[in-house]
C-alpha cells in the first residue's frame, strides 16, 4: 500500500512472480489490470534494467486525475525451488497464499511433507485452446497410498500440474467439489474412490481455465507446451501432489499434439 495524493484513492497492489530468469537477463513483467473503487485503471509501468533486480512502477490515479506512484523491486524465485526449506515448492506457495520466504507459513497451515517418492500415474492429460479464453483443461489419475482407516473429511489435497497450482479440501466421501480459495473455482474437481486397499484411485479435473501462458514459460525446453509449430512432439510434464503429509513428484512423459491450424495442443500420457 502506498500513500494517494490529497483526496485520491489509497490503492493495494499485490502480485507474486513464478519464473526463472538467468542473469544477466532484462526481464518485464506484467501486472494484471486493476480497478481502484472509483472505477478509474491503475496504469502499470513495469523497467528491468540489465544487471539489475526487476522494478515495476504502480500509479494510481484517481477520478479528479489525482495521481500516486510507488516503485516495488521484484525478486525472482524459481517455482519449482524451496526457498525457505519447509518442503513445499515456492511456486505452490505463491499460488495459495503462503509465503515461500518464511518457514512458518505454509498453505493451509499444513506441516512440511516428507518425501513420498513418485506420483502413480496412470493418466496425465493436458488440453490447450490458444487464444480461447478459460477453455483449457487438465486431467490426471492414478493412485494414493492411503492408510486403512484413515478419514478423509478436512484432510487437503494440493495438485501441481506443470506450475497450474490447485488445493482442495476432502469431505467424509473423499472428494472436493470445487478447489480451494485462493485460486478457487466450480470447474475443478478431485476424487479419492474407495477401496478396501491400502491403494486409491484418484481423479483430478481442472477445467475451463487459462493455462497457455504457464506452460508456454517452462525454464526446460522439453516442459514448454505452446504453438509454435504443429506437428507430434515427446514432452514432460512435472505433476506434483501433496496429500497426508507427502510430497509425491514426477516428471511424466508424453506426446504433445498441436493440430495442423495452431489452435489446439493436447499433451498426453
Given at each position: 500500500m502506498f500513500a494517494a495524493p490529497t483526496g485520491a484513492v489509497t490503492a493495494v497492489v499485490k502480485f507474486?512472480?513464478?519464473e526463472v530468469v538467468p542473469?544477466?537477463?532484462?526481464?518485464l513483467f506484467l501486472l494484471q489490470a486493476a480497478v481502484t473503487p472509483l472505477g478509474r485503471p491503475v496504469t502499470v509501468s513495469p523497467t528491468a534494467p540489465a544487471n539489475a533486480p526487476p522494478v515495476v512502477t504502480v500509479t494510481a490515479i484517481d477520478a479528479t486525475g489525482a495521481t500516486a506512484t510507488a516503485t516495488i523491486t521484484v525478486q525472482v524465485i524459481d517455482g519449482n525451488g524451496d526457498s525457505d526449506g519447509d518442503g513445499f515448492s515456492n511456486g505452490v506457495e505463491a499460488s495459495l497464499g503462503s509465503n515461500p520466504s518464511d518457514p512458518a507459513s505454509t498453505p493451509f497451515n499444513l506441516p512440511p511433507p516428507t518425501a513420498g517418492g513418485p506420483v502413480n500415474a496412470v493418466h496425465v492429460k493436458v488440453q490447450l485452446a490458444f487464444g480461447a479464453p478459460k477453455s483449457d483443461q487438465i486431467f490426471v489419475s492414478g493412485y494414493l497410498p492411503v492408510p486403512k482407516g484413515f478419514q478423509t473429511a478436512g484432510q487437503y489435497v494440493i495438485a501441481d500440474i506443470g506450475g497450474v497450482v490447485r488445493g482442495f479440501r476432502l469431505d467424509q466421501s473423499g472428494t472436493a467439489r470445487t478447489s480451494t480459495a485462493p485460486n478457487s473455482s466450480?470447474?475443478?474437481i478431485f476424487r479419492l474412490k474407495n477401496a478396501s486397499s491400502t491403494k486409491r484411485r484418484f481423479q483430478l479435473t481442472i477445467g475451463a481455465s487459462t493455462m497457455q501462458a504457464i506452460f508456454a514459460n517452462e525454464p526446460v525446453a522439453n516442459q514448454v507446451l505452446n504453438n509454435a509449430k504443429a506437428g507430434r512432439f515427446s514432452k514432460q510434464v512435472r505433476v506434483t501432489i501433496y496429500f497426508n503429509g507427502s510430497k509425491y513428484e514426477s516428471l511424466i512423459t508424453g506426446t504433445f499434439a498441436v493440430n495442423r491450424r495452431e489452435i489446439r495442443?493436447?499433451?498426453s500420457h
Open positions: 507474486s512472480v513464478d542473469a544477466p537477463t532484462a526481464k466450480v470447474n475443478d495442443g493436447i499433451f
